[in-house]
T-cell receptor, first 114, second 114 residues
Framework: DQQVKQNSPSLSVQEGRISILNCDYT??????FLWYKKYPAEGPTFLIS?????DKNEDGRFTVFLNKSAKHLSLHIVPSQPGDSAVYFC?????????????FGTGTLLAVQP | KAGVTQTPRYLIKTRGQQVTLSCSPI?????VSWYQQTPGQGLQFLFE???????NKGNFPGRFSGRQFSNSRSEMNVSTLELGDSALYLC?????????????FGEGSRLTVL
């Protein structure tokens, strides 16, 4: 049972345009949502997070939006840069108490074309 | 500050063998989690340790085990290897358990089972 879903395996965007990566979840008990970025041959690195009590969090070019009623979150990257090309994982935490257990989606490969 | 260090980075085993992977967390971090990454499955949670105690375990068979030492270093072991165990095994650390979910990942140990 996939509690966190990223339905788009890949996304291609032109440099300077907006990238929108989407994520859906099923467990309403999740209280934190995170985005991680992964380059080949490297471990995932934390990008941005959002608490379930908020609907938007912004950090520079990156903004995460949370729609709890739809159980949907999205990551917006504006403007997109070639260095943003990577696999982006959506993750959720908190459904099991005090734990660092994260439930990850399957990832979206973002390709930013120069 | 050194990052999360995983050894070995690459290894090849045959079916039926066992393997031990090692993880040294960031200095001062007491929580260590392990994840398995396979194509199409994203990152699957294996287990989480905090102060030498297993706090959480994912949905993996008993062939997968782990432990944490007093210096917070962690090892995971997979016995009776199967072809399906071929994956990237990622270790992540954080200072606390049950924080906001921001984990620091190592580069992973790439296991190939022949």
């Amino acid at each position: 049972d996939q509690q966190v879903k990223q339905n788009s395996p890949s996304l291609s965007v032109q440099e300077g345009r907006i990238s929108i990566l989407n994520c859906d979840y099923t467990n309403s008990m999740f209280d934190y949502f995170l985005w991680y970025k992964k380059y080949p041959a490297e471990g995932p690195t934390f990008l941005i997070s959002i608490s379930s009590i908020k609907d938007k969090n912004e950090d520079g070019r990156f903004t995460v939006f949370l729609n709890k009623s739809a159980k949907h979150l999205s990551l917006h990257i504006v403007p997109s840069q070639p260095g943003d090309s990577a696999v982006y994982f959506c993750a959720a935490s908190g459904a099991g108490g005090a734990t660092n257990k994260l439930i990850f989606g399957t990832g979206t490969l973002l390709a930013v074309q120069p | 500050k050194a990052g999360v260090t995983q050894t070995p980075r690459y290894l090849i085993k045959t079916r039926g063998q066992q393997v031990t992977l090692s993880c040294s967390p960031i200095s001062g971090h007491r929580s260590v989690s392990w994840y398995q990454q396979t194509p199409g499955q994203g990152l699957q949670f294996l287990f989480e340790y905090f102060s030498e105690t297993q706090r959480n375990k994912g949905n993996f068979p008993g062939r997968f085990s782990g432990r944490q030492f007093s210096n917070s270093r962690s090892e995971m072991n997979v016995s009776t290897l199967e072809l399906g165990d071929s994956a990237l095994y990622l270790c992540a650390s954080s200072f606390l358990a049950g924080s906001t979910g921001e984990l620091f990942f190592g580069e992973g140990s790439r296991l190939t089972v022949l």
